[in-house]
């Protein structure tokens, strides 16, 4: 068995996309899951394919297990880990947003578990800023 995950776009604008993803763990997790592929976003209205994204807000529920967001890289960085509990991470509000540090990335995020047990559970919300070529 696996853990039962969904991944849905709220919105896929011309600079900014939301996306919702939920896991409920059978206790297995994941590991370098691609959760936001760039390459599948819409593109802007001159037709530049997004190449990646920033994350301006973070909303989480996480029950029991941590998540690290990661970006996806030809050695992948960690952007940011998410703990258990309840969260609003507005980035923007203190004057920047969480940035690809990463040396060569593909622009897109990974989420990997950390701790999950059978029965824990995470729904995060991530508002990003859209990067064109």
Known sequence: MADAV???TLL???SIAVMKFTNVSDGTGESAVNKVDVSSLNANFR?????GVAIRK???????M???IIWDASTDVTGFIVGPGLY????LDSGSVLTNNATSPTGDVL???????????YTIILELIKTYS
Do not use: P, R, Y
């Open 6 to 8: 969904t991944s849905q």
């Open 12 to 14: 896929d604008g011309e």
């Open 47 to 51: 037709g530049k394919l997004c190449t």
């Open 58 to 64: 973070i909303i989480a529920s996480m029950n029991g």
């Open 66 to 68: 941590a998540v690290n």
């Open 88 to 91: 609003t991470f507005d980035f």
């Open 111 to 121: 989420f990997t578990t950390i701790g999950a047990s059978s029965g824990d559970t």
